[in-house]
């Protein structure tokens, strides 16, 4: 057979249920500890079709360049063990791909942790539920997350499927999230939206004394895609207080416009109302931020000059949490606890926990020499997993990057109201302190 060429169809280790996007989440796929909400790492099938782009690399320079969560030695051995397919079928791990292929990659899947607290149903009709969204999950499938998302959890723990999100809410940002229950009704919404005709309304806790008087900042947006971060477009033009001026366009930046109002403030923070009047991403964060008053746990905007993450292979938000970390003179293994190995950790047979913890997954006829299961960890405070030998991340429950504490931002979303409608959701608790405003 020619180098590179393509083998008979394979299916790796067919005895693993490997998930799909399509696979349904259950309660037993998380697992709670310490005010954290765990994953239980899975088997899952990634499915990707080569881009114009990608179009007469091999394989494993494809993967190595494009996913790099994974190092390239990991990828050649995947290739080799048929854990990562082209069009269905085995390849050398010189094999060049062309574009419109289809690319199939069974990996082991460790999500990333989010805050353990609970996704709250406010209102729940046959065409509309809204949420209490916690800060640090993310709405939708994306990245490393599929089942630690609002949808993943409403889907588990209250059978909530399908559900359109009406609009966008970071990950880190809490509070309420609409979503319709089925398209007809996320059409209406949507078209609202786009006629200009739904006001949307934000509480934050920003460092400082923020201004008495209501405001109307109009500051131009620039989205830096690589590196994750927007910033203000300056210009001689700027306006804060109650002008109505406009920042001159330089030619790069999107408008932008946001109503702020003081609610109260103790002389070291101030709770301020935000009305953003368009939607540039990270719109209030930046806009505070150029305000002087950046949201006060807000790393990524408390620094004029945070930490480069392209190239890192991280997000900006956790890069510039790093930053801070060590900035304060913590080393890396203060700000994440050192990872486990395989030999550290205590390890016993499959068959000695109900298989139904692990979706009829059976150890008759596994092949070790292809990176499948053999043994499951017991020593993650009594839960247990599954182990995969060629797994980058086991022994560890987190994917790497990810052991720290997380966080989210005192920025939430407080209220969306629309022609004849509104829904609103009630504060947390550090937008509830008892501030008064000063003489």
Known sequence: MAAGAVEERHMPDVSIVWETPSTPITPEDFIHHDGVRFVRPYFFEFIAHVKERWDKKTVTNLFAEEFRQRPLDYYCEAVNAGRILVNGKRVRSDYVVRASQTLSHFVHRHEPPVMGE????????????????????????????????????????????????????????????????????????????????????YIAKVKGVFPDEEMELSASIVYDAREGRSTVERSENSATGNSHQHTKLLGKGKSACTKFKRLSTDGMYSIVECTPLTGRTHQIRVHLQYLGHPIANDDLYC????????????????????ERILQKGASLDDAYPKRRRMDDVRICALDDVGVSLYKNIEDEGLDDSHGTVSDIVTDFHGAKFVLDSMCTNCPNLCPSGYEGKEDGLWLHCRSYSGSNWKYECPLPSWARLSLSTPD
């Open 118 to 201: 609970p996704v709250r149903i406010l209102e729940l009709s046959a065409d509309v539920v809204t949420i209490w969204k916690p800060p640090s999950v993310p709405v939708h499938p994306c990245g490393q997350y599929r089942k630690n998302t609002v949808l993943g959890i409403l889907e588990a723990e209250h059978s909530l499927k399908p559900l359109y999100p009406i609009h966008r809410l970071d990950r880190l940002v809490s509070g309420l999230l609409i979503l319709a229950r089925n398209a007809d009704t996320a059409d209406q919404f949507r078209k609202e939206m786009e006629g200009g005709k739904v006001a949307k309304s």
């Open 303 to 322: 620094s004029d000059n945070p930490a480069k993450r392209a190239g890192t292979g991280t997000s900006a938000e956790r890069a510039a949490r790093l």
